[in-house]
């Protein structure tokens, strides 16, 4: 883990309606004020339709969550069927967004030009963005990982005006290890991030945050944030049930107090 603040973003992806929603936020808010962490900082990301939900409930009951949205359209408005701008998130108070994560790009043609468009209409906007990056199980098997992850990167941070750097935090999901049960090994997770470090620094982004996200939960969350150098992780299934999503929270505090 480098000095940074550990970041934890629960990605619940096309999960949980309005009132399971709003009953999971309840549930951190409770289990937060019990167990509160004191060094992390806590982001979810629900579905569009639950945001304005979820933010109104962690406004009023005072929980510390940021609030993400898991995809955004780059263009300002206009004949975007479906789709959603991203000052429309920020008038309903979302602070973050996911940009490029595999799921998009594999599911719904999001390629990298479609990435490096979102990411700047995000960071533009003032919001910061998460740019998710990682390789298929096939590009790994051939070691093709470095270049795969080296490129996304490029294409989307490249050029970059200096002023949006601050809002960027990379996240390293490899396509393999997503919702399968198979976590990238601490060996694996730490050469990339330190990969990462270094690709990032010479496109100007030294210091950046990176976190990881593949089949993470509330039992190898303290083996891979202590081996890994990651800043924190983009959980899925195990952010759906507050008690896990928490014990995933607790590793990163309990692993940032002790580094200090
Ligand atoms: P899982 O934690 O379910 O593997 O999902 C990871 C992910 O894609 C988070 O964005």
Same mark, same amino acid.
């Given at each position: 883990?480098?000095?940074? %603040?550990?970041?934890?973003?629960?990605?619940? %992806?096309?999960?949980?309606?309005? &009132?399971?929603?709003?009953?999971?936020?309840?549930? +951190?808010?409770?289990?937060?004020?019990?167990?509160?962490?004191? /060094?992390?900082?806590?982001?979810? !990301?629900?579905?569009?339709?639950?945001?304005?939900?979820?933010?109104?409930?962690?406004?009023?009951?005072?929980?510390?969550?940021?609030?993400?949205?898991?995809?955004?359209?780059?263009?300002?408005?206009?004949?975007?069927?479906?789709?959603?701008?991203?000052?429309?998130?920020?008038?309903?108070?979302?602070?973050?967004? +996911?940009?490029?994560?595999?799921?998009?790009?594999?599911? $719904?043609?999001?390629?990298?030009?479609?990435?490096?468009?979102?990411?700047? @209409?995000?960071?533009?906007?003032?919001?910061?963005?998460?740019?998710?990056?990682?390789?298929?199980?096939?590009?790994?098997?051939?070691?093709?990982?470095?270049?795969?992850?080296?490129?996304?990167?490029?294409? @989307?941070?490249?050029?970059?005006?200096?002023?949006?750097?601050?809002?960027?935090?990379? @996240? $390293?999901?490899?396509?393999?290890?997503?919702?399968?049960?198979?976590?990238?090994?601490?060996?694996?997770? /730490?050469?990339?991030?330190? /990969?990462?470090?270094?690709?990032?620094? !010479?496109?100007?982004? @030294?210091?950046?945050? &990176?976190? $990881?996200?593949?089949?993470?939960?509330?039992?190898?969350?303290?083996?891979?944030?202590? %081996?890994?150098?990651?800043?924190?992780?983009? &959980?899925?299934?195990?952010?759906?049930?507050?008690?896990?999503?928490?014990?995933?929270?607790?590793?990163?505090?309990?692993? $940032?107090?002790?580094?200090?």
């Amino acid at each position: 883990m480098s000095t940074a %603040k550990p970041l934890v973003i629960g990605n619940w %992806k096309m999960n949980l309606d309005l &009132v399971e929603a709003v009953h999971l936020g309840q549930q +951190l808010g409770v289990l937060l004020k019990n167990h509160p962490a004191e /060094h992390t900082q806590i982001v979810v !990301a629900p579905p569009f339709v639950d945001i304005r939900s979820v933010v109104s409930i962690v406004a009023s009951e005072r929980i510390p969550l940021g609030v993400a949205a898991q995809h955004v359209n780059p263009h300002d408005n206009g004949a975007h069927t479906g789709e959603v701008s991203t000052a429309m998130l920020k008038r309903l108070g979302v602070e973050w967004v +996911l940009v490029g994560h595999s799921e998009r790009r594999a599911l $719904y043609a999001m390629d990298d030009a479609a990435v490096t468009q979102t990411l700047r @209409a995000v960071v533009r906007s003032g919001l910061n963005a998460v740019l998710c990056v990682g390789e298929a199980p096939e590009i790994r098997e051939e070691s093709g990982e470095d270049e795969w992850v080296a490129r996304q990167l490029r294409s @989307a941070l490249d050029g970059l005006d200096e002023r949006f750097r601050e809002l960027i935090t990379i @996240a $390293y999901e490899p396509i393999w290890a997503i919702g399968t049960g198979l976590t990238a090994t601490g060996e694996q997770i /730490h050469d990339m991030t330190l /990969h990462i470090r270094t690709v990032a620094a !010479a496109l100007g982004l @030294a210091g950046v945050r &990176v976190l $990881y996200g593949g089949s993470v939960n509330g039992e190898n969350a303290t083996s891979i944030i202590a %081996k890994g150098d990651v800043d924190g992780f983009l &959980v899925g299934g195990a952010s759906l049930k507050a008690e896990s999503f928490l014990a995933i929270i607790q590793s990163c505090d309990d692993c $940032y107090a002790l580094k200090r």
